[in-house]
């Protein structure tokens, strides 16, 4: 049972461009939610976060958007870099109801052409 | 400013033989998860620890893995009586703290290949 799903399992984008990821869930005692960022042979890599109270949330190039009516979230990338080249994974959690796994959508990957 | 160990990176069991993954959280942090990632997959919550304590266990197979976070040492993963199955890349992550709102952060995984 895939709690939270990433239906696009590859994006190719132009340098400078933006990169739309997409995620959405189908549990709604989700309320809190990530983006990690992963490279062959590592580890995931955290990259940004969101809470439920909130609707979006910046970190310098990265932006995560939350809509809960939809349950459906998303990563912006802008300006896209090469660097960002990897395999993006969304995951949730359902903290106010006691949980503390993280349940991961199936990647994303994303590949910034130069 | 070490983050997440685990060791080996890489580690070749026969079918039958005893698999033990280790993992050292980042300092500063009580809390450890581990993780299966199967190819093609999104990674899987398999336990969760604290200190000499299995929190949550909800996602390990009954039979033939066990956890433990010792007070001295890292958190180890067993697995009994390896299968291919049990083939897949295995993550531990670290938190400061649960509550579901606290960001954990990975190891660089340990690969599991069973022949």
């Known amino acids: 049972d895939q709690q939270v799903k990433q239906n696009s399992p590859s994006l190719s984008v132009q340098e400078g461009r933006i990169s739309i990821l997409n995620c959405d869930y189908t549990?709604?005692?989700?309320?809190?939610f990530l983006w990690y960022k992963k490279y062959p042979a590592e580890g995931p890599t955290f990259l940004i976060s969101i809470s439920s109270i909130k609707d979006k949330n910046e970190d310098g190039r990265f932006t995560v958007f939350l809509n809960k009516s939809a349950k459906h979230l998303s990563l912006h990338i802008v300006p896209s870099q090469p660097g960002d080249s990897a395999v993006y994974f969304c995951?949730?959690?359902?903290?106010?109801?006691?949980?503390?796994?993280?349940?991961f959508g199936t990647g994303t990957r994303l590949t910034v052409i130069p | 400013n070490a983050g997440v160990m685990q060791n080996p990176r890489h580690l070749v069991r026969r079918r039958g033989q005893e698999a033990r993954l280790r993992c050292s959280p980042m300092?500063?942090?009580?809390?450890v998860y581990w993780y299966r990632q199967l190819p093609e997959e999104g990674l899987k919550f398999m336990v969760y620890l604290q200190k000499e304590n299995i929190i949550d266990e909800s996602g390990m197979p009954k039979e033939r893995f066990s956890a433990e976070f010792p007070k001295e040492g890292p958190s180890i993963l067993r697995i009994q009586q390896v299968v291919r199955g049990d083939s897949a890349a295995y993550f531990c992550?670290?938190?400061?703290?649960?509550?579901?709102?606290?960001?954990?952060?990975f190891g660089p995984g340990t690969r599991l290949t069973v022949t």
């Open positions: 300092k500063g942090h009580s809390h």
């Open positions: 992550a670290s938190s400061p703290r649960t509550g579901g709102s606290y960001e954990q952060y």
């Open positions: 995951a949730a959690s359902a903290g106010s109801a006691g949980a503390n796994n993280l349940f």
């Open positions: 549990n709604s005692m989700f309320d809190y």
